[in-house]
């Protein structure tokens, strides 16, 4: 177990809002990423950290920023959610000794 | 982008059959890797494979990379319903994950 959380399990947001969802760890990992899970997109990446104030886009990254300024914790934030926002959101970690993808229990993001 | 496409996407059979899926791409990666996913929660990882031809075995599933390290395979012998879940390849290089596009299994007892 990587230590890794998220939070809120999950939430209903109106569109227009902001809304920033929580990726904490306990064991220090350096990488960090946040993915969305949609039907028939498999895992797509939104954006990614690899240490304190470094941060870098994916694939999935307009709508969206990120922040990490401690370790520990990785935010990432919907500046004014839309409906197409509407989804899954993986926080995930990089253990490096085994190059593993160690993932969060997901947030269910639902925006009205 | 690094495109991973699995197939098939989708698949229900009857406990005790065999199955396989595969993971393809353009792309060459330095490793592959799987991942099973159930309801409500995050992937979590089967095996990794790195050398081009590798096959490894994890008791009645077996997993290939391709020659090239473009595409991998699960084999998975006598499915049971407990691999019941949604099953995810995993194209690693780097310190990036490319996702592919999953398959989901349904094992009808």
């Known amino acids: 177990d990587a230590g890794i959380t998220q939070s809120p399990r999950h939430k209903v947001t109106e569109t227009g809002t902001p809304v920033t969802l929580r990726c904490h760890q306990t064991e220090n990992h350096r990488y960090m990423y946040w993915y969305r899970q949609d039907p028939g997109h498999g895992l797509r990446l939104i954006h990614y950290s690899y240490g304190v104030k470094d941060t870098d886009k994916g694939e999935v990254s307009d709508g969206y920023s990120v922040s990490r300024s401690k370790t520990e914790d990785f935010l990432l934030t919907l500046e004014s959610a839309t409906s197409s926002q509407t989804s899954v959101y993986f926080c995930a970690l990089r253990v490096l000794v085994n190059t593993e993808a160690f993932f969060g229990q997901g947030t269910r993001l639902t925006v009205v | 982008t690094q495109l991973l496409e699995q197939s098939p996407q989708f698949l229900s059979i009857q406990e005790g059959e065999n199955l396989t899926v595969y993971c393809n791409s353009s792309?060459?990666?330095?490793?592959l890797q799987w991942y099973r996913q159930e309801p409500g929660e995050g992937p979590v990882l089967l095996v990794t494979?790195?050398?081009?031809?590798e096959v490894k075995k994890l008791k009645r599933l077996t997993f290939q990379f391709g020659d090239a390290r473009k595409d991998s395979s699960l084999h998975i012998t006598a499915a049971q319903p407990g691999d019941t879940g949604l099953y995810l390849c995993?194209?690693?290089?780097?310190?990036?994950?490319?996702f592919g596009t999953g398959t989901s299994l349904t094992v009808i007892p």
């Open positions: 792309s060459v990666f330095s490793s």
């Open positions: 494979v790195v050398t081009g031809g």
């Open positions: 995993a194209g690693v290089t780097g310190n990036q994950f490319y």
